[in-house]
């Protein structure tokens, strides 16, 4: 099955901890993106990356960090900084670098601080 | 800031009827997309439509596309329940890094 799989499906957090999201896509996608999506809201992008060892801020990395060692994963970190971090987190891939090309997603990952 | 609006932010409608979605945008675009999201999931894209076309079919889908008006419409026909969703339509700018999303249309189809 080829896909994007992100885990957890839903996280807590104690306030003041890091916590990691998961992201992979076995698509052979060049590109990946992270997403916060709030209630009632579009998607707007945190992160993304067109190539491995490379990423790029969105509109809303504060508090946010990334990593792309390898081209399967894009893995998200959520750190103490973020200051309302409870959210529904999307990550997505594309197969171009072309970032407004079609993007595939995953089934997303809720993250509630408590 | 959000570059595609789309309007109604909430339609009701019996199985059976067309659904339209519309929405706009304020800047040139190379292309514009529509998504579904079901809720508490991922989205889905279903189609994309470029600046230089004006009118885009999928199955029960239709899109048209007026660069005129910076506005863009979806049209479902022949409803179906599971056509409930959320619908985003997200604009690619010209020149533009990145894909910018509106925050959308939810749908209800009533069986």
């Known amino acids: 099955d080829g896909g994007i799989t992100q885990s957890p499906k839903y996280l807590f957090r104690k306030e003041g901890q890091n916590v990691t999201l998961s992201c992979e896509q076995n698509l052979n996608h060049d590109a990946m993106y992270w997403y916060r999506q709030d209630p009632g809201q579009g998607l707007r992008l945190i992160y993304y990356?067109?190539?491995?060892?490379?990423?790029q801020k969105g509109d809303i990395a504060e508090g946010y960090s990334v990593s792309r060692e390898k081209k399967e994963s894009f893995p998200l970190t959520v750190t103490s900084a973020q200051k309302n971090p409870t959210a529904f987190y999307l990550c997505?891939?594309?197969?171009?670098?072309?970032?407004?090309?079609?993007?595939?997603f995953g089934p997303g990952t809720r993250l509630t601080v408590l | 800031s959000q570059q595609g609006e789309e309007d109604p932010q909430a339609l009701s409608i019996q199985e059976g009827e067309n659904a339209t979605m519309n929405c706009s945008y304020k800047?040139?675009?190379?292309?514009l997309q529509w998504y579904r999201q079901n809720s508490g999931r991922g989205l889905v894209h279903l189609i994309l439509?470029?600046?230089?076309?004006r009118e885009k079919h999928s199955g029960r889908l239709r899109v048209t596309l007026d660069t005129s008006k910076k506005s863009s419409s979806l049209l479902i026909t022949a409803s179906r329940a599971a056509d409930t969703a959320s619908y985003f339509c997200a604009t690619g700018e010209g020149g533009s890094e990145k894909l910018v999303f509106g925050k959308g249309t939810k749908l209800t189809v009533n069986p």
């Open positions: 990356s067109q190539i491995v060892n490379d990423f």
């Open positions: 997505a891939s594309s197969t171009s670098q072309e970032i407004t090309d079609t993007q595939y």
């Open positions: 800047t040139s675009i190379n292309n």
């Open positions: 439509i470029r600046s230089n076309e």
